[in-house]
């Protein structure tokens, strides 16, 4: 696995100065030297420096220049191919200082911080060619610095190794092809050869980085950078471009705004200021098309290398589509013609979320740079690989795919997320590094491949063209001629097409595992590993795992158990459905393992599907005690849609937990009886309720400190649950009863929805007093997939939630709100009557559950998950409703305000000793006031639940109690509704309600 260290981006003012951090180094420090061999004086220390980037990654192969000021002294080179950083980004490193055959370096790096990027560079030292030969008194001093020579003629076009030499008249110097490569011929002129000066192999020479560099006119040389990067849809803004020569003097410039952009056209809205435009003058054309486009023109400038111009222009729109826009920038010197320069500033429009498209992030210069490096940007897309390669995840959208490196936050396979990274590019392959995960969207999305052939991934990357880097693709009918699958190394496969290269990552179940015999199908993510550029080249199709791998012939196929788990000694009706691949299968046997009891009678196995209309059972051999029972079907007609389901009826499962394996055999016609890669395994997991089963105390779980295995539907997701982002907690379900499982090792874990189903190896615990399965290890817990949600349990009237109930999914019918939310913690409590019983209700802030509706005398309907929060012992309160999401609080809607009065009441009679309460409904109009009362025979008043109420319906639960919250005794009482109109006219409803118990 490798190890590198990140960019991280933060936003600060751009600095052509770089402020140095506490402690650091200036490279001007480092460089100086009076060693006649040019060594530093800080070899071998470790230091900490900072610049701007002169010559980005990708321009020269393992590293890059900085450089601090103008001048003598001012640059080094940095050794780092593990970070990537663009040219103009502000960067502070640390690393040891080294001689690498008399060049000064900074290797070894611990880190690296991208303060700020496109920051203008420093000048240019203009310098003789004489003072850069080797030899000289002064090259020394430029080493690593960005210098720039003028008037100069070619005295020799090949000094061998790609290397050419120039003359200014002060005497020759060397320059190199290491970063950009030209042929000159004998005889050629330049106005200006400009780079970084290198030493390599006994002699200085000019690197020119790009062709810019190699000037024979100042047209269309010079930089351009725009004061903003990225942009919202539809927004105005005031766009300030600066433009800065290489070398030399240009007199005119012109700025091309993009058709998509809205903007005036008016020269009202053209200012221009900088010492390099002091004199200049501007002029707008065209009309804003496509086909005619905005150009602002200016003439009459005087820009150089220190006297740099700024071009604003106010109250600009930007589109309402995502994309990268480009400002075709042009310059022009004496005499000269207005060229585009090499390099045109861009601005990034989002989309309305905030995302930009993938195919943004991917997009690539002609040397397969992205265009983005260094740009912190928010993706939206499907996880198509979650941590089958450790570290690196893949996401798509439906633009691009694209690899996301170190998010800390767990993603799974088709998770719908979006995250915030920085572009940045490792050996070629397109990354989004320092990854924050911002929400997580759903899960369970399926991503379908994109079919292609071998040499569709043999020719990605011509001219820096990607189109299938990053994306879940397929190629069928594939062959290889290894006898196994490597381990995180390469092979070749074919297909009709011709030949590319697969990636077997060391961290996947295929690494060393055999190959299929014959053609298959593999199902990969297309990634690269191109160190040297230009990155067009070695693309591979990296399979995530067994099921990627898509095979015929004997032994191909797939199992799938129903149930993948059972209870410890239960009696079992087992199902396997077998599937083919490729092709057909028209045999297949099936072992039972030892540790299962069976009969072995063939009448206790029937075969179904339509894959098995011609099947039958031919054998059963083994005594299921020194052998194993084996059953052996032929006859079947198997494919990947017409499957086989072989059911084995009364298995008795082992009391062992542990996983056991139905080995699988299948075979083509004519072929023999092969096992297959996967053969299907069935666990026996321990019963929930028995975890939850109290021991002694009454409450606390009789298995506390016991190793279990359990399986189980997810009813409260971790989204909702993790305590932290460095937890893991989670509900889940089985047939006997629910409880919490949580890991304080597994971070964060958010891919435990609602339906995941999953199997846990942990230990019992109680925490608070909730019964917990706790595990360590990520890898002891195994998503299983997902399926329907178990049905809330109803709880009974009256009945509050408990220690029988922990951990299961509980709905709540018909309560009413006893007490408003208050904040608690990381969320609120209220209480409900549930007829007689006053339950506690939890709502964390992160199930984003609106409780505006919630206040006393509401009712609801509610589900939640019953759980604890007790920290004194025995554990026996506390007890709570947590609940999950909005569709767990529905209010209840008692209907429109009636005309005239309205008194019903039920139960009537009913008995408070039984846990009864009378629902009194009364309703009237909306302009009115209702006021209830209870009187006895007597005429005394009992009760005044309501009193000058709002009219409209309303619901009183009577419990049974006086003002004092006495219970009356057993009789007949008299509810007596009032309501008062607006006009004073008053009308009244009397109904008796009968207070009873139950007689013996």
Not at 176 to 193: C, H, K, N
């Amino acid at each position: 696995m490798r190890e590198r260290v990140h960019a991280v981006i933060l936003s600060v003012a751009a600095l052509l100065l770089v402020a140095l951090p506490a402690g650091s180094l200036t490279i001007y420090d480092i460089q100086y030297t009076e060693d006649p061999g040019g060594d530093s004086p800080y070899a071998g220390q470790v230091v900490t420096v900072s610049g701007i980037v002169t010559a980005g990654t990708g321009i020269f192969p393992s590293g890059y220049f900085i450089q601090d000021g103008e001048g003598p002294w001012r640059g080094v080179y940095i050794y780092d191919y593990t970070t990537s950083v663009s040219q103009g980004d502000s960067v502070t490193v640390t690393g040891e200082v080294s001689e690498y055959y008399g060049k000064t370096e900074i290797g070894f790096i611990s880190s690296v911080t991208i303060h700020s990027s496109d920051n203008q560079l420093p000048g240019m030292a203009a310098v003789l060619t004489a003072d850069l030969a080797t030899g000289s008194d002064e090259a020394e001093s430029y080493e690593g610095v960005l210098i720039a020579v003028s008037n100069v003629v070619v005295t020799d076009d090949d000094l061998g190794y790609g290397e050419w030499e120039i003359d200014d008249g002060s005497g020759p110097c060397r320059v190199d092809d290491e970063a950009y490569a030209y042929s000159p011929s004998l005889g050629d002129t330049f106005l200006v050869v400009a780079g970084i000066l290198d030493y390599a192999f006994d002699d200085f020479k000019i690197e020119p980085r790009y062709a810019a560099d190699i000037m024979t006119s100042l047209d269309g040389s010079g930089s351009a950078s725009i004061d903003i990067g990225m942009v919202p849809p539809s927004s105005t803004y005031n766009l300030r471009v600066r433009i800065t020569p290489a070398a030399g003097q240009l007199v005119a410039a012109s700025v091309e705004l993009p058709s998509a952009w809205g903007w005036s056209g008016s020269g009202s809205d053209v200012l221009l200021s900088g010492a390099g435009f002091a004199s200049a003058t501007s002029e707008v054309t065209g009309s804003g098309t496509s086909a005619d486009p905005y150009l602002i023109l200016v003439q009459d400038a005087a820009l150089t290398v220190a006297d740099y111009g700024i071009v604003e222009i106010r109250h600009t729109t930007s589109p309402d589509s995502s994309a990268s826009y480009p400002f075709i920038i042009s310059t022009a010197g004496q005499g000269g013609v207005l060229t585009e320069i090499a390099a045109a500033p861009r601005i990034i429009v989002t989309r309305a979320d905030g995302t930009v498209p993938i195919s943004l992030v991917r997009k690539n210069d002609e040397d397969g740079r992205p265009l983005l490096l260094g740009e912190a940007v928010a993706v939206r897309g499907i996880v198509t690989a979650g941590d089958e390669f450790g570290p690196q995840s893949f996401m798509q959208d439906e633009t691009a795919g694209v690899v996301v490196y170190g998010i800390e936050d767990a993603l799974t396979r088709g998770d719908d997320v979006t995250v915030m990274g920085t572009v940045d590019q490792y050996s070629g392959l397109t990354e989004l590094v320092s990854p924050s995960l911002l929400t997580l969207h759903s899960t369970g999305n399926a991503v379908e491949p994109l079919t292609l052939h071998a040499i569709d991934i043999a020719t990605e990357g011509a001219g820096g063209v990607e189109q299938y880097e990053g994306l879940l693709v397929q190629l069928q009918g594939v062959t290889m001629e290894e006898p196994f699958f490597p381990v995180d190394d390469n092979v070749m496969i074919q297909d009709s097409t011709g030949s590319c290269q697969m990636r077997i990552d060391g961290d996947t179940e295929l690494a060393g595992t055999p190959a299929p015999r014959g053609a298959f199908n593999v199902i990969g993510v297309v990634s690269q590993y191109a160190p040297d550029s230009p990155h067009t080249t070695d693309y591979q199709v990296m399979p995530r795992g067994l099921s990627d791998i898509v095979k015929g012939g004997d032994g191909s196929g797939t199992v799938a158990p129903q149930p993948s788990g059972v209870f410890r000694g239960a009696d079992v009706t087992l199902t396997l459905t077998v599937a083919a691949e490729l092709g057909e299968l028209v045999g297949a046997s099936i072992e039972v393992p030892v540790d299962w009891e069976w009969t072995g009678d063939v009448s206790d196995v029937s075969l179904s599907g339509d894959g098995a209309s011609g099947a039958v059972v031919d054998s059963i051999v083994g005594d299921g005690v020194a052998e194993a029972y084996a059953i052996y079907i032929s006859g079947a007609l198997i494919t990947a849609s017409e499957t086989m389901s072989v059911t084995i009826g009364r298995l008795v499962a082992p009391s062992t937990l542990l996983g056991y394996s139905f080995v699988t055999m299948t075979a083509t016609a004519g072929g023999t009886l092969l096992e297959v890669s996967s053969s299907p395994e069935v666990w026996v997991v321990e019963r929930i309720a028995d975890i939850q089963a109290p021991g002694d105390d009454g409450y606390s779980s009789a298995m506390v400190g016991q190793g279990v295995v359990v399986q189980g539907v997810v009813t409260g997701p971790s989204p909702v649950f993790n305590p932290s982002e460095e937890a893991t907690s989670f509900w889940i379900q089985d047939a006997t009863g629910g409880v919490n499982v949580y890991s304080g090792q597994d971070d964060g874990n958010l891919g435990l929805t609602l339906g995941t189903e999953v199997r846990v190896l942990g230990e019992v615990v109680e925490y608070a007093g909730v019964t917990e399965v706790s595990y360590d290890d990520p890898e002891d817990l195994t998503i299983i997939g997902t399926t329907a949600v178990p049905a809330p349990f109803d709880l009974p009237p009256s009945r509050g939630i408990n220690e029988t109930v922990e951990g299961l999914l509980v709905r709540i019918v018909g309560a009413q709100v006893a007490t408003a939310p208050q904040a608690a913690g990381a969320g609120k409590n209220f209480q409900i009557w549930h007829d007689m019983a006053l339950v506690d209700v939890r709502v964390v802030d992160a199930a984003q559950i609106d409780l505006s509706q919630v206040f006393p005398g509401a009712y609801f309907d509610l589900v939640g998950v019953a759980g604890q929060y007790d920290t004194d012992p025995p554990y026996n309160a506390g007890y709570q409703l947590q609940l999950r999401m909005a569709s767990d609080l529905l209010l209840l809607d008692l209907g429109q305000a009636s005309s005239g009065p309205v008194l019903e009441i039920t139960p009537n009679p009913f008995s408070p000793d039984l846990g009864e309460v009378a629902s009194i409904s009364v309703n009237g109009p909306a302009s009115s006031r209702l006021t209830l009362r209870i009187y006895d025979l007597e005429g005394r008043l009992v009760l005044e639940p309501l009193d000058g109420r709002p009219g409209g319906p309303t619901l009183f639960e009577w419990k049974g109690t006086d003002q004092a919250g006495e219970r009356v005794t057993i009789g007949i009482y008299l509810c007596h509704l009032t309501v008062v109109r607006t006009d004073g006219t008053s009308d009244t409803v009397l109904k008796p309600v009968v207070v009873g118990t139950p007689l013996d």
